[in-house]
C-alpha cells in the first residue's frame, strides 16, 4: 500500500485533508481517503501523514498487503506503537497473518505541534462519552491541562461507509444530533468541532469495525487535529471485568500515541450502569443523550429509536435510576417482559452484564416481571453461545483434519 498525495484543501465553508491510498497486493480500488472539518476549526488540521498512517495500517496489514509506504516524515513511537498493535491484532485473532513493513523516513520532531497542551475526546453523546467528560469536569480544575477542552463529533463511521457525502438521510440526522449535542457543549464549556470522514471505507466490514479497527479510526481523526489537540481521550466501551480483544481496547488505544499526541482509553474502570449514574443527575446532558445505533429511524427529533438495543439498554438504567421519566429524549415504550425477551439479544459477555446488573435494583423495586425477563435473556443467550462454540469446534476440527490430509496426501503424491 501507498499513501500519496497529502493535501490541505478549502471547500467553501469547510477544509479538507486529504491523502490518496493505493493498494498494491490486493485488488482493491484506489481511494482518497479525508478528514474534514468545518472553516472555523481549519487551523486544527495537521497536514502530516499520521493520520493516514493510522487509518490505513490495519486494512492493510488484514488485506494481506506486504507493506505500508507515506510520503513525508513519521514520528518513530507511532512507528513501534503501530507494530505493537500489530502484534496484538495477530495473537488475538490469527497467528499466521503476515507481517506487514511500515515504510517512511523517521522524524526527529519531539515538540508537540500544537501551541499549547490541550485536551479532546470523542464526543458522540452516549453513555460512554459523555460519562468521560462527567468524569473529568469532576476531577481536573478548568485551568489544568488534562481538562477537556474539544469534543470531536464524528460523521461517516456509524454505518461502516453507508454514511457517504450524499446520503442526506445521514446527513440529516447527523445535523440534528449536533444542534442537540450543542446543548450539552456550551453547558459544559467545551468546543463542538463535527468532523466528516470517508476513513472507515478503507474497510466497510462491521465484523472488522468492532475486533480490529474502532480504536485506530478513532485515533486517526486525533491525528488529524493534532495542531490543536495534544492529547485525545477515547471512552471504554467494556469494563475490567468483562475485557475482550477488540478494536479499542486499553491494550490498543495508546500505541496509536506519538510524541506530539498521546491517545488515552478512560472509563474502563466502570460498569455500564456506574457510568449512567455519573451523567444522571445532568439534566442538560440527559435531555440530550444520543445512544441509538438506528439514526435513519428517528423522523422526529428525540434522536433515539428507542427499539434498538442500545436504546432499550439506556432506558433500563435510566428506569433503575429513577430517571426514565425524567426525560423525553426516547419514544413512549413500554419495558415489558414481552418486549424485552423479543427484543434484546445480548452478543457479548459485557452487554449480558449491563443487563444483569439491573437485577437487585428492579427487585427493590417491584419488578419481578423485568427480572424475568433478563433471566429468560441470559438463558437464552447461554444455550446460543454454547450452541456457537460447539459450531465453532466442529468447524475447527474439520478444517485442521482437512489440512492433515491434506498434507498426507502431499507427501504420498
Not at 488534562?146 to 450524499?166: A, N
Not at 486525533?222 to 486499553?250: C, D, E, K
Not at 426514565?324 to 459477555?349: Q, R
Request: proline share 5%; with cysteine; charged share 25%.
Amino acid at each position: 500500500m501507498r499513501v500519496e498525495n497529502l493535501r490541505l484543501q478549502h471547500r467553501g465553508d469547510r477544509a479538507r485533508l486529504a491523502a490518496t491510498v493505493h493498494w498494491e497486493d490486493c485488488d482493491r480500488p484506489t481511494q482518497d481517503i479525508y478528514f474534514e472539518t468545518a472553516a472555523a476549526f481549519a487551523d486544527a488540521l495537521a497536514c502530516t501523514a499520521h493520520p493516514f498512517l493510522v487509518a490505513a495500517t490495519i486494512p492493510a496489514f488484514r488485506h494481506g498487503e506486504r507493506r505500508i509506504a507515506v510520503d513525508g516524515s513519521i514520528c518513530p513511537e507511532l512507528r513501534m506503537g503501530l507494530m505493537t498493535v500489530m502484534d496484538w491484532v495477530r495473537y488475538w485473532y490469527k497467528r499466521d497473518r503476515p507481517s506487514l513493513d511500515i515504510e517512511a523516513k523517521v522524524s526527529a520532531i519531539s515538540h508537540p505541534l500544537a501551541p499549547s497542551p490541550r485536551t479532546g475526546w470523542f464526543f458522540s453523546g452516549g453513555i460512554d462519552s459523555l460519562s468521560t467528560l462527567r468524569a473529568n469536569r469532576l476531577n481536573y480544575p478548568n485551568e489544568h491541562p488534562g481538562s477537556i477542552k474539544d469534543g470531536l463529533t464524528i460523521y461517516g463511521i456509524s454505518s461502516g461507509g453507508s454514511e457517504v457525502e450524499t446520503s442526506e438521510q445521514y446527513l440529516d440526522a447527523f445535523d440534528r444530533m449536533v444542534s442537540r449535542l450543542s446543548y450539552i457543549s456550551k453547558d459544559a464549556g467545551v468546543n463542538l468541532i463535527p468532523v466528516y470522514t470517508n476513513v472507515r471505507q478503507l474497510d466497510a466490514d462491521s465484523y472488522f469495525w468492532g475486533n480490529e479497527f474502532q480504536g485506530a479510526v478513532l485515533s486517526s481523526v486525533a491525528h488529524a487535529f493534532a495542531r490543536q489537540l495534544t492529547v485525545a481521550s477515547i471512552s471504554s466501551g467494556a469494563n475490567m471485568g468483562n475485557l475482550h480483544p477488540h478494536g479499542s481496547h486499553p491494550l490498543i488505544d495508546p500505541n496509536y500515541s506519538c510524541q506530539q499526541l498521546r491517545i488515552k482509553h478512560e472509563g474502563v474502570n466502570l460498569s455500564r450502569l456506574a457510568k449512567t449514574k455519573l451523567i444522571a443527575d445532568w439534566d442538560v446532558a440527559l435531555q440530550n443523550l444520543k445512544v441509538c445505533t438506528k439514526p435513519d429511524r428517528n423522523k422526529s427529533d428525540t434522536l433515539n429509536c428507542g427499539r434498538c438495543e442500545k436504546c432499550i439498554r439506556t432506558m433500563m438504567a435510566l428506569l433503575v435510576l429513577g430517571k426514565l421519566d425524567k426525560t423525553n429524549i426516547f419514544p413512549e415504550v413500554d419495558l415489558s417482559e414481552t418486549f424485552l425477551v423479543n427484543m434484546v439479544y445480548p452478543k457479548s459477555p459485557y452487554l449480558l452484564e449491563c443487563y444483569r446488573e439491573l437485577m437487585p435494583l428492579l427487585e427493590a423495586q417491584g419488578r419481578p416481571d423485568l427480572v424475568r425477563a433478563i433471566e429468560r435473556i441470559t438463558a437464552r443467550y447461554h444455550e446460543t453461545d454454547f450452541a456457537g462454540s460447539i459450531k465453532k469446534a466442529i468447524r475447527r476440527y474439520v478444517r485442521k483434519d482437512k489440512t492433515e490430509s491434506e498434507q498426507l496426501t502431499g507427501s504420498y503424491s
